[in-house]
């Protein structure tokens, strides 16, 4: 699969997905992956999870921590862009937002 981050989104996902970003470890914090979804102009999430646990961790932890009805489909590199993966996702008993299972 070929993912492109044209800038604001990512081309080639199969359908709406998480954009996910390594953090290098601060002083204060360790190693993390950062999942963020941008519902519109006003609306972004995010949400944080360890090194150890992994992008599509983030994007779990994103739904849980915001009540979303969203389960992951799937996770691929964003060429181009060192250490960024495309996690996709879709509503819960259909596939709407994110393509078939």
């Known amino acids: 699969m070929n993912l492109e981050w044209n800038g604001h989104s990512v081309n080639g996902s199969k359908g709406s ?3 996910v970003k390594y953090l290098g470890p601060t002083d204060y914090k360790g ?3 950062k999942a963020t979804v941008s519902r519109d102009s006003e609306t972004t ?3 944080i999870a360890s090194y150890d646990d992994g992008p599509i961790v983030a994007v779990e932890n994103l739904i849980e921590k915001y009540g979303l ?3 992951v489909r799937g996770c691929a590199h964003v060429g181009g862009i060192d250490s960024t993966y495309a996690v996709w996702f879709g509503y819960r008993n259909n596939d709407e937002l994110g393509g078939s299972k």
Do not use: G
């Open 45 to 47: 999430w995010s949400a």
């Open 69 to 71: 009805d969203w389960e």
């Open 31 to 33: 190693s993390r992956w």
């Open 17 to 19: 997905c998480a954009l």
